[in-house]
């Protein structure tokens, strides 16, 4: 999974079959047992912080080249619930 490869999503996740990272792409975390990148300047941008959560949105149109969209649904980046009540 990669955060911030899309034209007109910008940092939203991205679930490829056989994605190959960038050289700039570190990884920043994993979901289950998948590792998620993030290019260099979006993980330096989230650097300090401790809540991000990628989020799924069911029912939503196919209209992504990611994975889950065969699904109708879509991957989100969102600030995790503890930290957006502040």
């Known amino acids: 999974m990669i955060l911030g490869t899309g034209c007109c999503d910008s940092?939203?996740?991205?679930?490829?079959?056989?994605?190959?990272?960038?050289?700039?792409?570190?990884?920043?975390?994993?979901?289950?047992?998948?590792?998620?990148?993030?290019?260099?300047?979006?993980?330096?941008?989230?650097?300090?912080?401790?809540g991000l959560e990628i989020d799924v949105h069911e029912g939503t149109p196919n209209d992504s080249f990611s994975l889950e969209s065969e699904y109708d649904c879509r991957f989100t980046l969102k600030v995790a619930d503890h930290l957006a009540e502040r």
Do not use: K
């Open 11 to 50: 940092t939203a996740p991205f679930l490829y079959d056989r994605y190959v990272p960038e050289p700039d792409a570190v990884q920043v975390g994993r979901v289950s047992d998948v590792p998620v990148f993030a290019h260099r300047w979006l993980a330096d941008l989230y650097a300090d912080a401790d």
